[in-house]
């Protein structure tokens, strides 16, 4: 199983982007599948998790009102949509999926029984 993201860059604060989470060699119905996100000198944070079977989602405070995550069912692939964004948003934004979770198990315990992609680097700058 395998997970790549991609989208990450350099973008002013109050600018936008959108990551996406492409998965291959399975697919990830009936998966949860979160955005995590890990600054230097912090911990990893669970940003937002969705449920593939019931379509429900989880958004961490920081991001809530900013940020959306969706799943397309034909390319097999999660997004993240990122607008307002602000230097605290800066990080390496990781994606992963787990079948055995809960997605507020999965983003605020960051349970992940599963596979995890590489990251990609979200900077903003102020």
């Known amino acids: 199983v395998q997970l790549v993201e991609s989208g990450g860059g350099l973008v002013q604060s109050g600018g936008s982007l959108r990551l996406s989470c492409a998965a291959s060699?399975?697919?990830?119905?009936?998966?949860?599948i979160g955005w995590f996100r890990q600054a230097p000198g912090k911990e990893q944070e669970g940003v937002s998790c969705?449920?593939?079977?019931?379509?429900?989602?989880y958004y961490a405070d920081s991001v809530k009102g900013r940020f959306t995550i969706s799943r397309d069912n034909a390319r097999n692939t999660v997004y993240l949509q990122m607008n307002s964004l602000k230097p605290e948003d800066t990080a390496v934004y990781y994606c992963?999926?787990?079948?055995?979770?809960?997605?507020?198990?999965?983003?605020?315990?960051?349970?992940?029984?599963?596979?995890w992609g590489q990251g990609t680097q979200v900077t903003v700058s102020s």
């Open positions: 992963a999926a787990s079948r055995i979770t809960t997605v507020r198990a999965m983003c605020v315990h960051k349970v992940v029984v599963g596979s």
């Open positions: 060699k399975f697919t990830l119905d009936y998966y949860k």
């Open positions: 969705l449920s593939s079977s019931d379509g429900s989602t």
